[in-house]
């Protein structure tokens, strides 16, 4: 049998070894992009999985003083559509780290 020396050994290396995965992955997903989109690729988004927005692309047609509330409406939809992507990859990624782990199913680690 263990020594209690020996398994808080163990446990504060198993808490090491998933922080350094959980950064690892925290820098996969801002390396991954997603691209959201509305008006039917009039107005697109472009954000890292992490959530960061990369850019915006709107198109001419749109550049109009009476197209001012359709613009807005659709750079908040194609907002909505990266961000809603950005989740998807993230949870995607975070599931595949914990199978890693031998995590008991269900358990959930703080910020995943």
Excluded at 36 to 55: D, E, M, N, P
Excluded at 84 to 95: H, I, L, N, S
């Amino acid at each position: 049998m263990k020594s209690m020396e020996e398994l808080l050994k163990a446990a504060q290396q198993a808490a090491e070894t998933i922080q350094k995965q959980m950064t690892e992955s925290q820098s996969k997903l801002d390396a991954i992009e997603v691209e959201g989109r509305a008006g039917g690729g009039l107005v697109t988004v472009r954000a890292s999985a992490k959530g960061r927005i990369i850019g915006v692309n709107i198109d001419d047609s749109l550049l109009k003083p009476e197209e001012k509330g359709i613009l807005e409406d659709l750079i908040a939809a194609a907002f909505n559509d990266a961000r809603t992507k950005a989740d998807e990859v993230a949870g995607q990624e975070m599931a595949k780290m914990q199978q890693g782990m031998a995590l008991p199913p269900g358990f959930k680690l703080p910020g995943m």
